[in-house]
Nanobody, 127 residues
Framework: QVPLVESGGGSVQSGGSLRLSCSVS????????MAWFRQGPGKVREGVAG???????KYVDSVKGRFTISQDNAKTTLYLEMNSLKPEDTAMYYC?????????????????????WGQGTQVTVSS
């Protein structure tokens, strides 16, 4: 059973906004990092934002100041608010969960640290 289901993707023009949601049906880790990854055409999958059990957040440099990761109070839904979207943000966006923290602010997200993945939601930004 896949406990993560993304929604909210779509097509927008450059400069527009979207909010992605990830429904969490159950938690498998007592402490965790919930993160959003993306994979653009011909690119490797990269982590863009993460939030841990204590609410600490982490962002990749390319989205800092434009994207915001958050959870609802019940922690049943993970969000990614995306503003000032650029064509280079075009990608399939995935929700992922892994144990522990999201790592230090200077480190990249490591796909191997995340054991649970959603199916993805497509975001397309046109110029």
């Amino acid at each position: 059973q896949v406990p993560l289901v993304e929604s909210g993707g779509g097509s927008v023009q450059s400069g527009g906004s979207l909010r992605l949601s990830c429904s969490v049906s159950r938690y498998v880790y007592s402490s965790y990092c919930m993160a959003w990854f993306r994979q653009g055409p011909g690119k490797v999958r990269e982590g863009v934002a993460g939030i841990d059990t204590d609410g600490n957040t982490k962002y990749v440099d390319s989205v800092k100041g434009r994207f915001t990761i958050s959870q609802d109070n019940a922690k049943t839904t993970l969000y990614l608010e995306m503003n000032s979207l650029k064509p280079e943000d075009t990608a399939m966006y995935y929700c992922a969960a892994g144990p522990g923290t999201c790592g230090s602010g200077s480190s990249d997200f490591d796909l191997a640290d995340f054991g649970y993945w959603g199916q993805g939601t497509q975001v397309t930004v046109s110029s």
